[in-house]
C-alpha cells in the first residue's frame, strides 16, 4: 500500500494575481520527506516564499478514522507578528478539503479584484466575489452554501474585519471563528479572497487493521481523563476562568457539539434569543452561537450574560474575540451594548492592539487564564495558536508524564501542537487526552498507510524541524511585555527552540 | 461465443414512465462488457427496436409506459420478439407483459401469468402507506415488503441452479406458477434488511413460494420478467445472474446480430473544453443533487412517487463515468453533442437550484420535479448514448470479479 493512500494525491497552486488555477502531484517523495500537515505547509510555504503564500493543509490522518482527526493547518506571514505562523483549523474545513481532492492550497500573490475559490470533485473554481464581498461572515457562509446547494459546504472565510485589513481581523470556519489570533484575515483581506469553500464526496483508502486500532483507541481515551465532562464549561473551570461568568454560560448551555472525529465534545452551543432547555429545532433564524475558542470565550467572561451577544458580532465581524476582549476590557465596555458598539470601530483598516495601546504578546492577545512562566515561554515563541491552552486542557502536566521546568513543559506543549498539525490530529483533543500520546499518534499513522518506519522520534525530529524552521524563517518584528523582558528569559526562549 | 455476446445491441427504455432504476442495467451492462447500448424513449421506440438484440424494460410507472408506447409500440415489440429478440423486464418492466383487462395495458397481453398481490380487500400498511399499494379497477396491487428478499434459483438454471440470493423488491411482482411461464427464481424468505409494509403473515402468503424470476418463449425470442431488482448495482450476485441468463438465452437462440463488432465508426469525442465545463456543471449538480437527497420530500409523478434521493443515481451515472472520458483530439471538429450536452447539464442544473431554492422557501415544487425528472432523464441517456458510442472500453476480467462479488457489494 502506499504511504499516498490517506491523501487525495493533490496539491493545488493558485495564483490570485493572474487568476489562476494548477494541480500538482503530491508525491510518495514528499510524504517521505515530510510526512504531511504543517511540515508539508512549511516546505510548501518556503518554495513559494516570494510570493507571500498562505498554504492550507491536511495531515495524514485528517479525515480518516482516527480519534481526533479533524485537523488542518494554514501557515503564512502574520501581519501582526511578522513571523510565520501555523493556526489549527478543527472543525469539519479541513477533512472536506481533502475529501474534495486537494490535500494542500497554495495561495500566492493578491488578486485585483475579490474572489473566492470553490473546490469539489478535484476541481477547482476561482471566481468573482461580488456576491459575497462586503457581507459578514454569517451572510457570506449561508450565501455559498445556498449557491453550492449544501449545507455540508465547509466554508474559510473573512468578514468586514478581513476586507478592511483590521489586524484584528481572523479567518473564520463557517459561522464560528477560529484559532487565528494571527491576523490572517487581514492578509486574506489584502489578497482580496473572501472564501475558500469546499464540498467532498471523495473517500481515502486506509490499511487493513488500521479501524480496529481507531476503535480500540477512541475507547481508551472515552474511558480515560475525559469520561464524565464534555463541553467547554469543564475546560474553562478547570483552567481557573471566573466561575461567576462560567456560571452565566453554563445556564445558557443548550448542547455540546463535537468536531470530526473528537472523543471529547469542545463546542458548546449556546441559546441566546431561545430558551436553553429547548429540545426541539428552534423556530429562530438565528437562536444562539457555537461556542469554538476557550482563549476568546474566557476574554470575553467579565461580559457576563452579554457575553454571547457580544461574541455573535465578534464572529459575524470576522474579528478575532481573544484581541476584542483585551481591547473591550480597557475600554471599559462592561455592557453588551457600549461593547457592541466599539466593536465596529475595531474593523477599521489597521486597528491593531499594539496601535490601541493594549496589552499583548508580540501583537497578540495574551492568553487570558494565567501567566505561568510556560504560557510566557510559548506565547514568545508564536508559532501555534494559544487560543488554545498554553497547559494540559483537563488534567495536570504529570498526568502526561511532563517535568515540572517551565521550559520542558512549553516544549511539551509545542511538539504537541506540531506533532498534531504534521498528522491532522485535533490539537486540543490532544491537550485534554493522555491517551492520545506521540506513541499512539505515531503507530496509528504508520498503520493507516502501512509505514512501518513512521516511529515516534521520526515525528518528534519532524516537529522540531517545524519549530525550528518556522522560527529562523521569518524573525518575528512583535514586541514582548516589558514584565518578560531580561536576559533570563531571552536565554530560556533561545534554548526552548533548540531540538530536544 | 464470446463474439457473438458482445456484438450483442442493446436498447434501454428510458421514455415516459421509466424511473431511475434503468441506470443499474447501465451499470452492469458496462459491468460485465456489453457496450452496444441505446437508450430509447416512446418516440422512437417502434423504429429503433428493430435494429436490437435486447430490450430492456426496468421500473417505473407500468401504466405511463403502456400509455406512452401504445399499440405501435406494442405491435414493435411483438415483431421484435417473433423475430428472435430478447426482453428483460424487472419490476414494472415485469408487469408490463402480463395479461390484462385494462386500458392501456391491455395492448401488452405477452404473458398470461397471475400476479398474487392483487387484492380486493386492502389490509392496513404498517409502514410506507404511499408505496404500500396501488389501486387497479376494484381491486389493489400491495406490495407487503420492500429491500432485501430471498429469492432461490431453480435446479435447470446454468451456474446457479438451487443457490439462494438476495435481491432488492421495490414493488415488482410475484407470480403464480403456471404452464405459461418457465421459472427461473422462487421468492425463498426475508432478511434482516427486509422492510414490512404488512404484517409478515400477509407477506409471506403474498412472496413465499411464488414465482420470482422467469421466462416465457415468443416466437423466436424470449421474455424474461424479474420481480426483484436483479440488477441493482448493491447486488453483484443478482448481477451475475443476468449476465448468466443473457447468454444462457443467447446458447438456445438461433438469433445472431448481422452487425460487425463495437467500434469500427465511432464519432469524435468531446473536445477538451467541453469535457472540462461538463465536468464542472455535473459536479456542482451533484454535490446540489446529494445534498437534496437529504430532505424529507417526494412528488407522485403519475402513478410513482419519487423521493429527491431519485435525482443523484441519474447524476452520478453520468459523473461515474465522467472521469475517464478522454477528450478528442485538437484536430478533430467539435461533434454536436458536446455543447448540446453542455447545455442540457445547464438547464437541469438551473432546475435543480430553483428547486432547492423553494425547498427552502417551504414553496410548491411539483412542477420543478416533474420538470428535473424529465430533464436530467434524457441528459443523463443523451450522455450515455455519447459515451458509449465513443469511450466505452471492454472491461477487464479483473473489473468484472470485482464488481461480481469479490470484493463484496458495490
Known sequence: MERGCVYMGKILVVDLQEGRCQEEDLSEEQIEEHVGGVALNLALYERFRERDPVIVGTGLLTGTFAPASCAGVVTARSPVTGGICHVPLLWQTAVELKYSGYDFVVLLGESARPVRLWLHD????????GDVWGKDVWETT??????????YVQVLGIGPAG????????????????????????????????????????????AEGFFDACVALKDEIASGRIRGSQGLVPILRHLGADAGGLNTLEARAHRNVASFNCPYPYNTFLMIDEDA?????????????????PAGVASLLFLGDGMAQVLRRINRYGLEPSACGVLLAARGAGSAAQAEGALADFVREGCSLEGEGARHVRGVAPWPLSDSPESRLVQAVSLFSHALPPQPALGSFEDFSVPESPQERARWWL?????????????LSALLSPELSLERMADLASKACQWEDLTPEMLRNKAWEVIGRSASLAGTSGKLPASWAGPEFEASLQGLLQAP | MEERVRRLRFGIYVGEGASHSWTWFVDLLERYAYHRLRFLRAEDFADVLPSLDVLVLSGGDTFAVARALGSSGAEALSAFLERGGLYIGSCAGAYLPLHSSKEPLKAFNFVRAKINNLTRDLPPARDLPLKFSTPYGCSYVIHPVREEVRVRMAEEFPEWGGRELGVPLYGGPPLVLSEEITPAAFYSGFTQRTRFLADLEIAEGVYLGKVAACE?????????????????????????????????????????????????????ALSQKTLEALKLEVSNMRIRAWALARESVYWKIGAKIYEAEKIHPFVDAVWSRLASMKARGEEQEEPDAGPALLEAARRCHAIMRDLSGRLREGLDTQDLAELLFRHLKDFTADFLEAYFQNVARPASAREIRHAGGVCGRA
Open chain 1, 122 to 129: 478535484s476541481l477547482a473554481e476561482l471566481a468573482d466575489a
Open chain 1, 142 to 151: 449561508d450565501k455559498l452554501r445556498f449557491e453550492h446547494g449544501d449545507d
Open chain 1, 163 to 206: 476586507e478592511r485589513q483590521s489586524l484584528l481581523g481572523q479567518l473564520s470556519e463557517n459561522y464560528w471563528g477560529s484559532r487565528d489570533l494571527y491576523g490572517l484575515g487581514a492578509l486574506w483581506g489584502k489578497k482580496k479572497l473572501k472564501a475558500l469553500a469546499a464540498r467532498g464526496l471523495g473517500s481515502l483508502e486506509v
Open chain 1, 277 to 293: 432547555s429547548l429540545l426541539k429545532e428552534s423556530a429562530k433564524a438565528e437562536p444562539g452561537l457555537l461556542l469554538t475558542d
Open chain 1, 415 to 427: 511538539e504537541r501542537q506540531a506533532v498534531s498539525l504534521v498528522l491532522g490530529v485535533c490539537p
Open chain 2, 216 to 268: 416465457r418463449t415468443i416466437g423466436a425470442g424470449r421474455m424474461i420478467l424479474l420481480g426483484p431488482h436483479f440488477e441493482h448495482p448493491g447486488f453483484p450476485e443478482g448481477n451475475a445472474v443476468v449476465d448468466a441468463w443473457i447468454r444462457w438465452h443467447l446458447a438456445r437462440s438461433l438469433w445472431d446480430s448481422p452487425c460487425s463488432a463495437p467500434g469500427a465508426s465511432r464519432p469524435p
